[in-house]
Antibody
Framework: QVQLVESGGGVVQPGGSLRLSCAAS????????MHWVRQAPGKGLEWVAF????????CYADSVKGRFAISRDNSKNTLYLQLNSLRAEDTAVYYC?????????????WGQGTLVIVSS | QSALTQPASVSGSPGQSITISCTGT?????????VSWYQHHPGKAPKLMIY???KRPSGVSNRFSGSKSGNTASLTISGLQAEDEADYYC??????????FGGGTKLTVL
């Protein structure tokens, strides 16, 4: 069955960096576009970033553009999110999610998330 | 890109039906039939319930249905059950490979 497992979260100081990973299994990872979505404490879901299945295209929410970078290693079935210049408002649970494909533009499987806390 | 607008909370008794609205703009909800809905029990992975406005993934109960009119999409849950109590989020493709979520609606089953 499809599994997505995030890791790499933790406590980091403002201005610091962190790299999140998402290990995928149960499907052909290289065939699917992928997303990162986050949820700040007490807030709703916020789409963060998207990457094509072959890593030829990526895009970001305005709130993270220029600071975060999404990437993937299809040989390792792993999605990444590099978080730089972190701010307090980046504190959130970060989820990776698979794009459903076939033009659905929906997120059909999600991981359980990894918590990032930005605090001094 | 502004978040889609959802009511903060809705409630209903077991067996009843409820509808959650999701209002966007002509740049997102109104421009694409690419609205999806997610059920989220806190601490768990969100679950896709509806995609492309009204399609149900395999395994999702037919008690869940979706629709859209203009810039507003809706999720209807019929025959409410206790396990339906969760947070629900709408999401729309917004063009240029961007997606926007709603603020979320907390469903309480009384």
């Amino acid at each position: 069955q499809v599994q997505l497992v995030e890791s790499g979260g933790g406590v980091v100081q403002p201005g610091g960096s962190l790299r999140l990973s998402c290990a995928a299994s149960g499907f052909t990872f290289g065939d699917y576009n992928m997303h990162w979505v986050r949820q700040a404490p007490g807030k709703g879901l916020e789409w963060v970033a998207f990457i094509r299945h072959d890593a030829t295209d990526e895009c970001y929410a305005d709130s993270v553009k220029g600071r975060f970078a999404i990437s993937r290693d299809n040989s390792k079935n792993t999605l990444y999110l590099q978080l730089n210049s972190l701010r307090a408002e980046d504190t959130a649970v970060y989820y990776c999610a698979r794009d459903g494909g076939s033009g659905s533009y929906s997120l059909d499987y999600w991981g359980q998330g990894t918590l990032v806390i930005v605090s001094s | 890109q502004s978040a889609l607008t959802q009511p903060a909370s809705v409630s209903g008794s077991p067996g009843q039906s409820i509808t959650i609205s999701c209002t966007g703009t002509s740049s997102d909800v109104g421009n694409y039939n690419l609205v999806s809905w997610y059920q989220h029990h806190p601490g768990k992975a969100p679950k896709l319930m509806i995609y492309e406005v009204s399609k149900r993934p395999s395994g999702v109960s037919n008690r869940f249905s979706g629709s859209k009119s203009g810039n507003t999409a809706s999720l209807t849950i019929s025959g409410l059950q206790a396990e339906d109590e969760a947070d629900y989020y709408c999401c729309s493709f917004a063009g240029s490979r961007n997606w926007v979520f709603g603020g979320g609606t907390k469903l309480t089953v009384l």
